[in-house]
C-alpha cells in the first residue's frame, strides 16, 4: 500500500451514512412546527451563527483540548504498561485481578468526586477522560502482545536482541493493530466523559453550551451544541481512521488473489484425464 496515497475508499465508507441520515432529516423536518423538534436548516443556522458570532468557537476548542491532552496521556500510559505487562507473564498474572476490576468499573461514577476533590478548571476533566480511555487502550495492548506469535518471541531472543530494543522493533509493531482498535474504543468513551464532565461543573465547553441552552428553553441552540459534538467526535474517528491506514498500510494491505489455473490434461496410454 502506497504510504503517500488518501485511503478514500475506507473514507467513502465512513461518509456515505452521515450523509444519507442528514439528507432524510433535512427533508423530514423542513415543514416541522413542533417546538422540540425544530427544522433542520434552523438548526444549522443557529450552529453557524453561534460559530461567528458567539462563543462556540471557545467551547469547542476547550472540549478539543481536553480530549486530545487526556487521550494522549492515556495512550501514552496504556500502551507502555501494556508492553510491559504483556510481555512479563508473572507481571501479567499478579495485575489480572486488578484490571478485571478497573474495566468493570464506570469512570462516569467517578466525575461527582473528582469535581467535589479537585474542582471545576480543565486539569480534573483532562484526568477523567485519561482515566476513562486508558483501560481499553491498556488492555487491548497486552492483547496484542499476547497474540504475537511465540515464533517471533524466539528469533528475537535467539538474536539476543536487548529487551528495551524488542520492545520497540519487534513488540510494538506486532501489536499495533490492536492497540489502534483500543484508542478507537477510548475515543467514543473520552466524547462521553467530556460532556458529562462538562455539564457537571464547568463553566465552558460543549457540554455547559447544552446544559445553559437546555436549561434556558433555547431548544435550537441545544440542538446545534448536540450536533458539533457529534460532528467533533466524528472528525477525530475520521482522523484516527487515516493514522491507522497511515501506520498499518502492511496490515491492511491484501495478497491479490490468484487466478485459477487451467484444468490441466494428463495422457495416459490408455486414455485422457482431465
Keep these: 500500500m502506497n504510504r503517500g496515497r488518501v485511503p478514500w475508499k475506507p473514507i467513502l465508507r465512513q461518509l456515505w451514512l452521515p450523509a444519507v441520515v442528514f439528507a432524510v432529516l433535512l427533508v423530514a423536518t423542513a415543514d416541522s412546527t413542533s417546538f422540540y423538534f425544530p427544522p433542520l436548516t434552523e438548526v444549522l443556522s443557529t450552529l453557524w451563527t453561534e460559530l461567528v458570532h458567539g462563543g462556540l468557537v471557545g467551547d469547542l476548542l476547550y472540549s478539543l483540548r481536553n480530549i486530545v491532552s487526556g487521550l494522549a496521556l492515556a495512550t ?17 498474572l499478579a495485575t489480572a485481578p486488578l484490571l478485571d476490576f478497573a474495566r468493570a468499573t464506570p469512570t462516569v461514577g467517578f466525575v461527582p ?47 539476543r536482541i536487548p529487551w528495551r530494543l524488542r520492545l520497540r522493533r519487534v513488540i510494538l509493531p506486532g501489536a499495533l493493530p490492536q492497540i489502534l482498535a483500543g484508542i478507537r474504543v477510548s475515543l467514543s468513551i473520552a466524547v462521553v466523559l467530556m460532556v458529562v464532565s462538562e455539564i457537571y461543573g464547568s463553566p465552558i465547553g460543549l457540554g455547559n453550551f447544552i446544559l445553559q441552552s437546555g436549561s434556558s428553553f433555547h431548544v435550537a441552540e441545544t440542538w446545534a451544541g448536540t450536533i458539533l459534538i457529534g460532528i467533533l467526535g466524528y472528525g477525530l474517528s475520521v482522523l484516527l481512521l487515516l493514522c491507522e491506514h497511515r501506520l498499518l498500510g502492511w496490515y491492511h494491505q491484501r495478497a491479490p488473489r490468484a487466478r485459477p489455473s487451467k484444468p490441466v490434461t494428463i495422457e495416459k496410454s490408455n486414455g485422457v484425464v482431465v
Design 76 to 92: 501514552v500510559v496504556g500502551v507502555g504498561a501494556g508492553l510491559v505487562i504483556g510481555e512479563i507473564r508473572t507481571l501479567r
Design 113 to 159: 468526586v473528582i469535581i467535589l476533590t479537585l474542582g471545576i478548571g480543565s486539569g480534573p476533566k483532562v484526568f477523567l477522560i485519561f482515566l476513562g480511555s486508558l483501560w481499553p487502550i491498556l488492555l487491548n495492548t497486552v492483547s496484542g502482545v499476547q497474540a504475537i506469535s511465540p515464533a517471533v518471541h524466539e528469533t528475537a531472543r535467539g538474536y
